[in-house]
């Protein structure tokens, strides 16, 4: 009778750990092919609010280099007009990969930026910000 007892509540620990343990593999997998060097290519949609601004003035691009210890370096050709930035832009942030979400995070940032990811591989991601900002990502060779 106990040893009943012990496979029937064993079996569903086993499964849960297996789980558990599988995904976590799947994010560090996530976490490996992630790294190296990428160009950048942000994107928002035009609003008619914003009269001054033309299409042209609503994208920007850059190189992102995700490292394997949880940095990133980000450079972002900002110019002039553009909504994301008048001129260039560098930065080194951390990084982490949560579910669905990449997140850049600051120095005494707990959340960071969370880009939720759209498309994974390892030649091509594609992000969103806030619903109307896209960031595409293609591997540098």
């Known amino acids: 009778m106990k040893r009943n007892n012990f496979l029937r509540f064993s079996i569903p620990i086993l499964s849960i750990f297996a789980l558990v343990v599988g995904g976590c593999g799947t994010e ?7 790294v190296g060097e990428w160009s950048a ?6 609003d008619e609010s914003m009269p ?4 042209e003035n ?7 280099n995700f490292k394997p210890d949880g940095k990133v370096d980000i450079s972002a050709y900002g110019y002039e007009g553009c909504i994301f ?21 600051d120095s005494g940032d707990d959340h960071g ?7 994974f591989s390892n030649k091509e991601l594609e992000l969103t910000l806030l619903e109307d900002i ?8």
Do not use: A, C
């Open 134 to 141: 896209s960031l595409t990502l293609q591997r540098n060779n």
């Open 52 to 55: 001054t601004l033309s299409e």
């Open 28 to 34: 560090k997998s996530r976490e490996q092919e992630i």
């Open 41 to 46: 290519h942000w994107e928002t949609k035009f």
């Open 85 to 105: 930035s008048d001129d260039t832009i560098k930065n080194t942030l951390n990084w982490k990969i949560d579910d669905s979400v990449l997140r850049f995070i």
């Open 58 to 64: 609503l994208t920007m691009n850059g190189v992102i």
């Open 113 to 119: 930026l969370p880009y939720t990811i759209t498309k």
